[in-house]
């Protein structure tokens, strides 16, 4: 069994930054083969993705983060990591860390393979 654990989060002032972290483990689990992602949900409403970064070091980003927010991994530290500067109150949310094989990322069994974390939450509010 994989298990993810999310740290990082708390109340920030509206401009502000936070450094999240997701530390993964599991038997068996090699964690560079791995796509990780970071997906967030604000009271009443949908869970939203935030970014990914895949076994290969590529990212991508959703639009209202893009140049906000940095996804990176440390594959020696089994851990992925999210810096958000020029946090807004928008970004209010607990934020979730996901863990997919990477050769299923994005693939009719993306959601069968992914393995959620409990959520750390964030809150921008002066």
């Known amino acids: 069994q994989v298990q993810l654990v999310e740290s990082g989060g708390g109340l920030v002032q509206p401009g502000g930054s936070l450094r999240l972290s997701c530390a993964v483990s599991?038997?068996?689990?090699?964690?560079?083969?791995?796509?990780m992602s970071w997906y967030h949900q604000a009271p009443g409403k949908e869970r939203e993705y935030v970014a990914s970064?895949?076994?290969?070091?590529?990212?991508n980003y959703a639009a209202s983060v893009k140049g906000r927010f940095t996804i990176s991994r440390d594959n020696g530290k089994n851990t992925v990591y999210l810096q958000m500067d020029s946090l807004k109150p928008e970004d209010t949310a607990v934020y979730y860390c996901?863990?997919?094989?990477?050769?299923?990322?994005?693939?009719?069994?993306?959601?069968?393979?992914?393995?959620w974390g409990q959520g750390t939450q964030v809150t921008v509010s002066s």
């Open positions: 996901t863990a997919v094989p990477d050769l299923y990322y994005g693939t009719s069994s993306h959601a069968e393979f992914t393995y």
């Open positions: 599991g038997s068996g689990f090699d964690f560079s083969d791995y796509a």
């Open positions: 970064i895949r076994s290969s070091g590529s990212t």
